[in-house]
């Protein structure tokens, strides 16, 4: 398995497929990452505070189109 570093410069757009998948564009800087002896290989994905409170509020719009989506319960009750 190839692992990186994915660092996030920008989010530019959101989007979900029919499939239920979440689709982000975005300017990242990805460089290979050598694996440390002993510790499992992973990639990581790194952003500032900044990048990430835009992820969470992308994440929180995408999630909220899925969910809008969804057939509505019959029963009266939730899920």
Do not use: C, W, Y
Request: charged share 25%.
């Amino acid at each position: 398995m190839k692992i990186h570093n994915v660092e996030i410069q920008k989010f530019k757009a959101a989007s979900n497929s029919p499939h239920g998948q979440l689709m982000f564009k975005m300017d990242a800087l990805i460089a290979p990452k050598a694996p440390i002896e002993g510790i499992e290989p992973s990639s990581m994905l790194i952003m500032s505070e900044a990048n990430a409170r835009v992820l969470m509020a992308l994440l929180k719009n995408q999630l909220t189109e899925l969910d809008a989506k969804k057939p509505k319960s019959r029963h009266g009750r939730p899920g």
